[in-house]
């Protein structure tokens, strides 16, 4: 099965400064990778996603890039506010089209926004 | 809100009660999951519903039993808890398994 590993469990930048988190998989197979923003209290919210055939996606201050060969995805935070703070979490799933995989989630990134 | 409700928000229990978890989504979707989030651990795939019917157990023990009675509804029941079944109960849906899954707000368990 699919195995997604996430880089670094916890991460403090400035505010204003840029963000960056990592995610590696295993399945070769795998081709839909969502980001999640996970705030106190709430359940995980998709922020951004990627298919395997697009090598970079961007919505305003979010960003996430796709190597397939190298089998890594990275989600890229511009401009940091303090509404930023949370816990990310990448995933990955096989585009079965009718599968039934569910997503394979990373461990999380706790971000912080120092002011 | 994204559209997907869970009852209750928290729940204690002894290891010998009997509980159910409620889920209920009102997008339209095909599909919905149940997820265990435990600390510093990666959320778990625990069953999946396609049409009402189940296409997935992650080997889950026998003590959590799921039902799907229609495609808006999903239960969770609990009997024979352990404590380290004490953890997020997070349930979600999607209107297919290709597209995004929206998550409710979870039921944070503790088991006594």
């Known amino acids: 099965g699919e195995n997604v590993e996430q880089h670094p469990s916890t991460l403090s930048v400035q505010e204003g400064d840029s963000a960056v988190i990592k995610c590696t998989y295993s399945d070769s197979a795998s081709n839909y990778f969502p980001w999640y923003k996970q705030e106190l209290g709430k359940g995980p919210q998709l922020i951004i996603d990627i298919r395997s055939n697009v090598g970079e996606k961007k919505d305003q201050r979010i960003a996430v890039t796709l190597n397939k060969t190298a089998k890594h995805f990275s989600l890229h935070i511009t401009e940091t506010q303090p509404e930023d703070s949370a816990v990310y979490f990448c995933?990955?799933?096989?585009?079965?089209?009718?599968?039934?995989?569910?997503?394979?989630f990373g461990k999380g990134t706790h971000l912080i926004i120092q002011p | 809100e994204t559209g997907v409700t869970q009852t209750p928000r928290h729940l204690v229990m002894g290891m010998t009660n009997k509980k159910s978890l409620k889920c209920e989504q009102h997008?339209?979707?095909?599909?919905m999951y149940w997820y265990k989030q435990s600390a510093k651990k990666p959320l778990e795939l625990m069953f999946v519903?396609?049409?009402?019917?189940?296409?997935e157990n992650n080997s889950v023990p026998s003590r959590f039993s799921p039902e799907c009675p229609n495609s808006s509804h999903l239960f969770l029941h609990l009997h024979t808890l352990q404590p380290e079944d004490s953890a997020l109960y997070l349930c979600?849906?999607?209107?297919?398994?290709?597209?995004?899954?929206?998550f409710g707000p979870g039921t944070r368990l503790t088991v006594l």
């Open positions: 979600a849906s999607s209107q297919d398994f290709a597209n995004e899954q929206f």
């Open positions: 997008l339209g979707h095909n599909a």
């Open positions: 995933a990955g799933t096989p585009d079965s089209g009718g599968g039934a995989d569910g997503l394979t």
């Open positions: 519903y396609n049409f009402k019917e189940q296409t």
